[in-house]
């Protein structure tokens, strides 16, 4: 491990242009953002800007601070413009000075001052902010991605919204402020599996004749109502008891209530860091850059170029303990409750009783709104699979809320991950597909081998559908589970591949449809 000392951190990924130095602790934190005249960040003014300020900027930070020892900047992802301006700054101080220099991701970065924040040690983190909304949690020297945003991050989105009704950027605090007034009103809600997308709920919004505020009241309750669920759905299938919010959106008030309820719901411990962290901020660039030059992380100033789309996925965590994500306790002796993401399964000898239970977080109407559509949806879809030889478990009793059906005993796929098992979960996903059906939450929690074969459980995101778009969702979110909880994930998705083939004569073009959903998250 090499000795540290005061690191210089320069944020520029987007509109606000930050520096600050980061020893033991903050020493200290200047900003000066881009704050457009109307509309959106436009890239280029904003980088007009970055390159009209960055020397002040860092002549004023290195004026109240010790000499730095390295000089960290915002790699990526962001903005090209902006971030060119950053590096071309970093470099040329770097040399200047004699120092080592490195380049942070963005988004790790985020990570890593909210758990310096929080005191938490292996948290699940929600990064919701313009660009991005994702829920990571880290496995095997790397912050996997669990869930992410398919179409458009929510910060974006909501200043979408913002814009289409006049109000100044950015829209998240008038809306916020707007929202405390409003009342509920059915929008769009669009989970997939650990995944989400906003694009139906922003043009809903944006067409809705209802009062400014209660739409912007909904589109709080309903986008913020998303993100908890998948982040509650990545917390069950870890077992991790604490969790971070994260990025600019984080600092609305309704989204950290809406957090807090559901963790300790679930019994874990939930943070938010300062208001001078949670957004992008140069303090979090200079401590995570302080992180990795003391164990060894610098760029050689011809490898220093950016990265528009550099994945938090990509990054090689050399400064943190290789660890495997933790299990939730199953039941011992095979009889009692099981607690998921949104139900509780009673296990008994014959039976397993599924109950949606409901979410304190949600408003009343949502809430019961998605229990009673997830219920109806799981029963038909589950008798349906059965009719095109896919085994799911026989039911003998439906209710609002409440399905009662055969207990099916065996392994979940998670505890049993192998290319023979991902081959029969192939196998079997290709006969759904080929009945025109989705699943729609495609994770090894709801995949059961017993006696060699794979039975699909949890159809309650589920829907009909022949189109290749669905179906490669349908995939994605199995291979975005692999990837965060599996270290030989390739392996593995070839497998299940190679089933899917097996029996679906349309696999090759779904395959290369989910491999497009795939690349259309590297921007973020």
């Known amino acids: 491990m090499q ?34 005249v109307q509309g959106g960040i436009h890239p280029r003014e904003a980088a007009q800007h970055h390159a009209a300020e960055i020397g002040g900027l860092i002549s ?40 080592p220099l490195i380049g942070v991701n963005h988004c790790v970065a985020h990570v890593e001052i909210g758990r310096y924040a929080s005191g938490f040690e292996d948290p699940i983190v929600l990064y919701a902010s313009g660009a991005n909304t994702q829920v990571l949690g880290y496995l095997n020297n790397r912050y996997r991605i669990f869930g992410e945003t398919l179409d458009i991050g929510i910060g974006n989105a909501i200043d979408k919204f913002a814009r289409s009704k006049g109000l100044s950027h950015p829209g998240g605090p008038q809306i916020e402020k707007l929202a405390r007034d409003g009342s509920y009103i059915p929008l769009p809600y669009t989970v997939k599996g650990m995944d989400l997308a906003f694009s139906g709920l922003i043009s809903a919004a944006k067409d809705s004749v209802e009062p400014i505020a209660d739409v912007c009241h909904s589109l709080q309750e309903t986008a913020f109502a998303m993100c908890v669920e998948v982040t509650e759905r990545a917390i069950s299938q870890t077992g991790k008891d604490e969790m971070i919010l994260v990025g600019g959106v984080g600092a609305n008030r309704r989204l950290q209530e809406m957090l807090r309820l559901m963790c300790e719901a679930r019994g874990a411990s939930f943070a938010v860091p300062d208001m001078k962290f949670i957004g992008d901020n140069g303090a979090m660039i200079a401590y995570t850059g302080r992180l990795m030059l003391e164990h060894g992380s610098v760029l050689q100033v011809k490898d ?8 938090a996925d990509q990054v090689q965590v050399t400064w943190r303990n290789a660890n495997l994500a933790k299990n939730p306790p199953l039941v011992s002796d095979g009889v009692g409750l099981i607690r998921g993401a949104e139900a509780v399964v009673e296990i008994g000898n014959q039976t397993a009783t599924k109950r949606r239970v409901g979410k304190k977080y949600r408003h009343p109407d949502l809430d019961h709104r998605l229990i009673s559509e997830r219920t109806r ?17 026989i039911m003998s009793d439906i209710s609002a809320d409440t399905i009662v059906m055969e207990r099916v005993d065996g392994l979940k796929l998670k505890d049993t991950l192998s290319p023979v098992s991902l081959m029969e979960a192939g196998r079997m996903v290709g006969l759904l597909h080929r009945g025109g059906l989705i699943h729609g939450d495609l994770t090894t929690c709801n995949m059961i081998i017993r006696n060699e074969h794979c039975y699909l459980i949890d159809f309650g995101l589920g829907y009909n559908s022949t189109e290749i778009e669905a179906r490669g969702v349908d995939i994605h979110v199995l291979f975005q589970v692999l990837e965060s909880t599996a270290p030989d994930e390739l392996e593995l998705k070839k497998a299940f591949s190679e089933g899917y083939r097996q029996t679906f004569p349309e696999a090759d073009d779904v395959l290369i449809r989910e491999h497009e959903i795939d690349l259309r998250g590297r921007y973020l």
């Open 60 to 99: 004023s930070v290195l004026n109240e601070s010790p000499r730095p020892v390295a000089v960290a900047f915002s790699q990526g992802p962001g903005l090209g413009p902006c971030l060119r301006i950053v590096g071309t700054a970093a470099r040329a101080l770097a040399l200047s000075l004699n120092v």
């Open 3 to 36: 000795k540290s000392g005061p690191v210089l951190g320069i944020e520029g990924t987007a509109w606000n242009l930050s520096a600050a130095v980061f020893d033991d602790d903050l020493i200290t934190l200047k900003s000066k953002p881009y704050k457009p």
């Open 377 to 393: 949806a799981e029963a038909r879809l589950i008798a349906e699979a059965r009719r095109f030889g896919v085994p799911t478990p």
């Open 304 to 311: 220093s170029r950016v990265n528009p789309s550099f994945r």
